[in-house]
């Protein structure tokens, strides 16, 4: 038995395996050990909150199940930074209050910021870039939704301007009723981003030993001891779980869900990208988002779907494949629409796009990091403030939005 459910994360081949990517083994333990901070995961959201943690003078022991680094989720993930949630900030406000909504947008905005700042001082390039995203009208927002949301954006800072259909053709050459055009947001190589926050920690003190799988705890007010497979104690102060979506079993059942979700990447063709190589997605259910790569491929993908069964889910691939390329050949006839590569990946979900990040229920200095939906990198980094923060005795003003509830 595991402590974390294990899930078959992603399948195919994501687009991120054609180019050349740091390698990062761990070393597996020999005996028990005590130390003050485990984390217990080595993708994105397990680098930063490391990085981070040897910045305050921490030295925290990193273990992972799988024998290298970034073979989860990460790997996956079409990293699309945005501040926008899945969920329309309109359409949050409704939902949990309008006061919550727009601190819960604020924060994922200034999660962004802090992302590239960070980034840029730790000199991780990762294709890092900057870019302004357009959010099409569709069948969750028309173009009067678009409107009502835009004034909704305005009225706390963000900045977002609504294009109306001539507009939007003018500059983009899309040909839809309604977009908001947003600025602020950026787009990188997600492996590559993990790695430079990574060995950023190791080379700061962190210590990285892997394959370990946790299958027990005990945790009690003197501490927590986890036990691996393989027999190992590993007593810690403070155990920070950043296990992307194969949730802990010791996490309360809320509202989250696993999805299945479907990617393609096209050939390069960097002459037939739009203008600013803005990142697009739609105000639809499901949505399709795209972004291109620093070499001028086309990374498209949707199609999401309400279940977890990871067969089911890689038996659909090629017929996704097929809707996926359809879909981008209707939005951009002039882009050779087929897919030099197709991946399927799981990931959570949550009602209200919000993630939830905090100490576990019951479980006291045991914190667990779950970001869900499309911003998984952009939650990665409000989780590294908020989790960073408790563990010095710290709360910040964010932190409630988003704790268990």
């Not at 899945?86 to 209050?97: F, M, Q, R």
């Not at 899309?174 to 790695?195: C, K, M, Q, T």
């Amino acid at each position: 038995m595991s402590l974390t459910r294990q899930r078959d994360l992603r399948d195919g081949d994501a687009v991120w395996a054609s180019y050349a990517l740091p390698k990062i083994h761990g070393k597996r333990l020999r005996r028990s050990i005590s130390t003050d901070i485990v984390v217990v995961g080595a993708g994105i959201s397990g680098a930063m909150i490391s990085q981070s943690l040897t910045e305050v003078g921490m030295r925290p022991l990193i273990v992972d199940r799988r024998r290298a680094a970034l073979l989860g989720s990460t790997a996956a993930s079409t990293a699309l930074l945005q501040f926008e949630l899945d969920v329309p900030l309109s359409k949050l406000s409704a939902s949990i209050g309008q006061r919550k909504a727009e601190r819960v947008w604020i924060a994922s905005r200034d999660a962004v910021n802090e992302l590239r700042t960070r980034s840029h001082r730790l000199k991780i390039d990762a294709h890092f870039k900057s870019r302004p995203s357009l959010y099409l009208a569709g069948n969750v927002l028309d173009a009067y939704g678009l409107k009502r949301e835009v004034a909704h954006r305005r009225r706390i800072g963000l900045a977002s301007e609504y294009l109306d259909r001539r507009a939007l053709w003018h500059h983009f050459g899309i040909d839809r009723s309604a977009a908001l055009l947003n600025h602020g947001n950026a787009e990188a190589n997600p492996v590559e981003l993990a790695a430079g926050y990574l060995l950023n920690a190791i080379r700061a003190g962190a210590r990285f030993h892997a394959p370990h799988d946790i299958v027990d705890i005990d945790c009690n007010r003197r501490g927590t001891t986890l036990l691996t497979g393989d027999g190992i104690n590993i007593r810690a102060r403070h155990v920070i779980f950043c296990t992307g979506y194969e949730l802990p079993k010791i996490v309360p059942k809320t509202n989250n869900k696993i999805l299945s979700t479907w990617a393609i990447a096209t050939r390069p063709q960097p002459k037939s990208i739009w203008p600013q190589k803005a990142l697009i997605w739609e105000a639809s259910e499901p949505y399709l988002y795209l972004r291109a790569t620093a070499d001028g491929r086309v990374i498209c993908g949707g199609e999401d779907a309400s279940f977890a069964d990871t067969n089911k889910r890689d038996s659909l691939t090629p017929r996704k494949t097929r809707r996926i390329e359809k879909k981008l050949h209707a939005l951009f006839p002039r882009i050779d629409s087929r897919a030099a590569l197709a991946w399927s990946g799981s990931f959570g979900g949550s009602i209200n796009g919000m993630p939830t990040i905090g100490e576990i229920p019951g479980y006291p200095k045991c914190y667990a990091v779950m970001g869900y939906g499309g911003n998984g990198i952009t939650f990665s980094m409000l989780a590294t403030r908020i989790v960073t923060a408790a563990v010095l005795g710290r709360t910040i003003p964010e932190a409630p939005l988003f704790a268990f509830a």
